[in-house]
């Protein structure tokens, strides 16, 4: 039998690898940036912290759970998403009562949601996101946001499209589920199962509905707005004026409601297509919640959050062409020439690594073009060759192999040659390519930086 992941799941190595942690990495430092700091829950939490944070009526709680029972008989689920635990954990361990608001926390890892495979939509895919809990201000929503936003351009991301939509209040949203309700009441014999069972528990769930026909009666409900509460209303205007102020560009589009039963009062999401045109959905999604953190049996705190789906974001990034800084190269391969200098050589690459350069060598004897074809397949920046002659006079032949140039080095001074290399790339801060010219080192872009 071959095995092969389970359907909805996917491994992730080498290219890949570096394209997650990459993305990872810089919505790490950018939330850094506005003073989040990590936070970590576990994978399996009792079905409970799910159902009563995303909500009962939310198809993530009622079809897309890994949900089952241990062996000690509780229900427990694979978190379908970060937020409900998040909220969870700060009340487990009283955080409100040692931080100061708001609680800012950020977070990172795999969720699992039993969806239907397809572009962009996996079983088990990583998200990354935030929670910002315990004040509730308009300012603070769109800083949120302005966090998500700048994180996208500074990846590359040109062309996203930001939606935007306010859910109102409770007040203003039990109104709309009742005038929700009357209407799809008379239609419901036309609708999906599924819409059945959303009538009962909370008719806004029915406006995600994806069956055509559902839709088209959906096209003529009663419309949020229509709902909204004054106060509710000011605020939103509020944020987009704060956003305004940020100078982040937005759409505000009245169908977006949002897949979870927490958001109150503002909800956005971030959208972005392929260069031919491809929709992997929505690559963030999130909003103000009101009342997550009582329902764990905190205090009455707002929030507001986001997250980000990863492998989304990197499909797409790949696509547009915007991983070209990603660097995974070997900094140095070394290449004994016979089993005779093996030690050396190895002792000579031990030293390399600890100056803090990777190194990789061979472990077979093979012909010197055989170990330029696999420091070519590791994408080594340098070739570093020592054969027995080269022992003797303690040197080594150090080949660059980008400018293909090759010279000889005293190991003595192989610290110094290598620092002076990589530091040169380094310093240059500069993100024009760089045309190397014999005698006149200098960059032609007009950086200060001097090649030698
Ligand atoms: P969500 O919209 O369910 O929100 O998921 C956030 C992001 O995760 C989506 O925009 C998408 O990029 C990614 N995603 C969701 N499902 C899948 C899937 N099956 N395969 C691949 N990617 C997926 C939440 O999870 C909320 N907890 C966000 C939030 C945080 N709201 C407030 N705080």
Known sequence: MEFQPIKGTHDVFLKEMDEYHYVTALFRAVSELYGYRE??????EYTEVFSRGAGESSDIVRKEMYTFLDKGNRSVTMRPEFTAGVMRAIVSNKLYASMDAPLKFYYSGPAFRYERPQLGRYRQFNQFGVEAVGTDSPYLDAETILLAVSAFSMLGFEDISLKVNTLGDDASRKKYRAALKEYFASHIDE?????HARLEL???RILDCKVGKDQEIASSAPKMKDYISPESDSRFY???SILNKFG???EVDESLVRGLDYYSEIVFEVHAKGKDGKDYGALCGGGHYNGLVKEFGGPDYAGVGFAVGVERICSLMEENGLFSDIDSE???YVMPIGEEVYEEAYSLAANIRALGYSVE???ANAKLSSYFKKAERRNAHFALIIGEDELKRGVCQLKDLRKKEQREVKIDELEETLDEAFGEEESCSCQN??????GNGGCKCGCSHHHE
Do not use: G
């Open 39 to 44: 936070i970590a829950t576990p994978t399996l």
């Open 191 to 195: 609708m999906c199962e599924d819409c």
């Open 202 to 204: 909370n008719p806004m």
């Open 238 to 240: 509020k944020t987009l």
């Open 248 to 250: 982040v560009k937005y």
């Open 330 to 332: 070997l900094d140095v």
């Open 361 to 363: 060598t061979p472990f």
């Open 433 to 438: 390519e760089h045309e190397h010219e014999e």
